[in-house]
């Protein structure tokens, strides 16, 4: 065969560029990632949308994201767009635009607190220092966010990550502390010997 039948020698493929590798945006698979103001992110679920027109399909995405700075501020946001990164990017703005203040003890919450969304329950119960969080992942990246390290959960009726999200926002906004209580009543509330006994615990820590 001569010289000009054989196949043409290419040179060594050049390493792609990271940026370039198709990844999407951080915290894309549930991995918290951090925003510019010092807040953290969590992406809980990116959701595809396809509408059947003349030429084919069209394609959506959503992005269900939870934002919170992991000391007792957190907020949950939902967007959608024709790309996952600008999905990402609305959900993040609206989550930051929404954010609530949950009063802690400790690690923990005050006192146990049912939350409520659609057909979703979720019940969150404070517990002991070491224990941890103990909850499932839409659950979880709210709390941990919140800056919450030892509580214990169950959730009730719709898995859905939306609604449990929901459910959980809505649980810590009704959590209330002793000294608040106090505040808007006039009146210093008694202390029982289980609470001293679980006010020392949380002292230690």
């Known amino acids: ?14 390493p792609r560029d990271s940026k370039q590798q198709g990844g999407g945006p951080e915290g894309q698979s549930g991995r918290p990632g951090h925003d510019e103001g010092g807040a953290s992110e969590i992406v809980v679920k990116i959701g595809r949308c396809a509408t059947v027109v003349k030429g084919g399909r069209r394609f959506s995405f959503g992005a269900l994201v939870v934002m919170g700075d992991r000391k007792s501020s957190v907020g949950m946001g939902y967007g959608k767009s024709g790309e996952v990164p600008s999905a990402v990017d609305k959900a993040k703005k609206f989550a930051l635009r929404r954010m609530i203040s949950v009063p802690l003890v400790g690690g923990t919450i005050p006192h146990r607190v ?3 969304y659609g057909a979703s329950r979720v019940v969150m119960v404070p517990a002991s220092p070491g224990t941890g ?6 659950v979880r990246a709210v709390l941990e966010l919140a800056g919450i390290h030892d509580v ?6 719709s898995n859905t990550p939306k ?3 929901r459910a959980t926002l809505e649980g810590l906004g009704r959590l209330v502390t002793r000294d608040s209580i ?3 009543r006039g009146v210093k509330l008694e ?4 609470e001293a006994k679980k006010d020392a615990i949380v002292a230690k820590a």
Do not use: C, D, F
């Open 1 to 14: 065969m001569g010289q000009g039948g054989g196949r043409e020698q290419r040179g060594p493929r050049e």
């Open 191 to 194: 202390i029982t010997e289980k």
């Open 114 to 116: 049912i939350g409520r």
């Open 133 to 138: 969080v103990i909850a499932g992942a839409s």
């Open 182 to 184: 106090e505040r808007l």
């Open 152 to 157: 214990l959960t169950k959730s009730y009726g």
């Open 163 to 165: 609604n449990l999200v």
